[in-house]
């Protein structure tokens, strides 16, 4: 069965939620309702700086990409910061999560994005599909929640 890796739609609203749920259980969070629905809003809007995949199987979506693109102070062309990346549990290891990155790869080559970046805990088994990619760099995340 093939995976088809394409823009979220409208239609999506309810398998995407059923994902997000999953992806913040696995992260331990609680994101508000207010939250999730502008995030899903915001993913719709072609004026927000936010991009929203989702990949396809079946006929039934099974996992996503959402991924902010912002200026840089070193480059002219934007940058790509890959937030958050999930595949469903039951279809994970059938190369989904490496086709969703592939296919921001692709979106940016063809749109002329400077760079593509993500962050991850340092244990997180996924590495080894990031490590694929590119190896990690030496740079740390300082962060103060305000
Ligand atoms: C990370 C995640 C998206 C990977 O999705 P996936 O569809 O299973 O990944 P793929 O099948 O494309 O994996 C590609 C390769 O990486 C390996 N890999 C991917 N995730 C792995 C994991 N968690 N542990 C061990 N190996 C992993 C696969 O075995 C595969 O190797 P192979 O090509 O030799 O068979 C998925 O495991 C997931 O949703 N995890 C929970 C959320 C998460 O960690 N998100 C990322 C936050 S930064």
Redesign the pocket.
């Known amino acids: 069965m093939g995976v088809q890796v394409r823009g979220v739609v409208p239609e999506d609203e309810a398998a995407w939620r059923d994902l997000w749920a999953g992806?913040c259980a696995?992260y331990e969070t609680q994101v508000s309702p207010t939250v999730t629905a502008r995030t899903f809003a915001r993913m719709l809007d072609p004026a927000a700086p936010m991009i929203g995949r989702v990949a396809e199987r079946g006929g039934r979506a099974v996992?996503f990409s959402i991924s902010i693109l912002h200026d840089g102070t070193w480059v002219e062309a934007p940058i790509c910061y890959l937030e958050d990346?999930?595949?469903a549990p039951d279809?994970?290891?059938?190369?989904?999560?490496?086709?969703l990155v592939e296919d921001l790869l692709a979106l940016g080559r063809a749109a002329g994005w400077s760079r593509l970046y993500?962050h991850?805990r340092t244990d997180?088994?996924?590495r080894?599909?990031y490590d694929?990619f590119t190896p990690a760099d030496d740079f740390v995340r300082y962060l103060i929640r305000l």
Not at 91 to 99: F, K, T, V
């Open positions: 992806y696995f996992g990346l999930f595949v279809c994970r290891g059938l190369g989904i999560g490496r086709a993500w991850t997180n088994p996924a080894v599909l694929l």
